[in-house]
């Protein structure tokens, strides 16, 4: 019996070693293939180009079903579909272990384009200035607390879910269920790819969860909670006070 409990465990531990090896394999796989992503994702999975999105530190589970999705042509993404469909089901499974392995860098706070009513720039004085650039700070930090306001509570009036049900307390997604890590994501990429969900132009799905909560968010809500999961980190901290 006690033999039998020992040769169990002996090969439960074999097992787990084997697959922790196997990991990395797939780690160093993935690396070399994402070669041909890095012009676009960057060689560590952050992007250069805001609207191109970040897939360093994003759950495995949820790149393979976005690619698998591509692949299959149920995700709409012309500068995107065609590189996935010369992907096996190993390739994509490796490249998602090595994103998932990276680390996700910080954004900078967003910032809000000063309006320039006035024409005559040059005669306005400091003062003035710092009045315009005081106003921008404090709409900026409106539209952040009406993002948190949004991912937490949603929007009863207009039926928005509330998003922290599905991407976690600080925007962490859920790798059992595929849902996406949201925070440290870049803000133009968020408030593209919502506005897609928002328009249809994302997923042929209909039914699908984020299509139906994006069709009733103001364009508005859409940059607050963009702008707000792009810097969660930061703001989670100084709300935490
Ligand atoms: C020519 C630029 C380009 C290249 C090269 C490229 N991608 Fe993309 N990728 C994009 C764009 C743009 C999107 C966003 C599509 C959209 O707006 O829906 C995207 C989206 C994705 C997504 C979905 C991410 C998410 O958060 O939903 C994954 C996964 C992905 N790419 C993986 C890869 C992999 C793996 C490779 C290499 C085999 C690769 N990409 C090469 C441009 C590129
Ligand atoms: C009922 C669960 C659920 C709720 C609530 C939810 N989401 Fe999602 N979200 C998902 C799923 C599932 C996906 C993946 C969709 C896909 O595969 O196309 C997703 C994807 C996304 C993406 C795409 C991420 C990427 O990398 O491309 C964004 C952005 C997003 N959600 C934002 C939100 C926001 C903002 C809210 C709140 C207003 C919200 N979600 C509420 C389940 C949910």
């Known amino acids: 019996m006690i033999k039998k409990i020992l040769a169990v465990s002996i090969s439960l531990a074999l097992s787990a070693t084997v697959s922790i ?3 990395k394999d797939d780690v160093n796989a993935g690396k070399q293939q994402a070669a041909a992503c890095a012009g676009c994702h960057g060689a560590d999975g952050n992007s250069a180009v805001s609207t191109f999105p970040k897939l360093a530190g994003q759950h495995a589970s949820y790149l393979v079903k976005e690619l698998q999705a591509l692949k ?3 995700r709409d993404a012309p500068m995107m579909a065609p590189l996935a469909m010369g992907l096996s089901d190993d ?3 490796d490249l998602a272990a090595f994103y998932a392995s990276q680390t996700i860098s910080k ?3 967003p910032k809000l384009p000063i309006d320039d009513d006035d024409d005559d720039d040059e005669d306005e004085d400091e003062a003035a200035v710092a009045a315009k650039e005081k106003a921008q700070q ?3 930090e409106n539209l952040l607390a009406k993002g948190s306001d949004l991912y ?3 929007d009863l009036e207009d039926e928005v879910s509330a998003c922290i049900a599905c991407h976690g307390p600080v925007g962490e997604g859920n790798q059992p269920a595929a849902y996406p890590i949201l925070k440290g994501q870049h803000a133009d990429y968020l408030i593209k790819t919502l506005t897609d969900f928002k328009n249809g132009n994302r997923i042929k799905n209909t039914e699908d969860m ?3 909560i994006a069709k009733k968010m103001s364009a508005d809500e859409i940059q607050a909670v963009s702008y707000y999961l ?3 980190d930061k703001q989670t901290k100084s709300t935490e006070k």
């Open 107 to 109: 954004n900078p706070m």
């Open 72 to 74: 299959a042509g149920i």
């Open 210 to 212: 984020m299509n139906m």
């Open 21 to 23: 090896v196997h990991a």
């Open 230 to 232: 792009s810097v969660m």
């Open 138 to 140: 404090e709409k900026l």
């Open 91 to 93: 390739a994509m499974s």
């Open 152 to 154: 937490r509570n949603g």
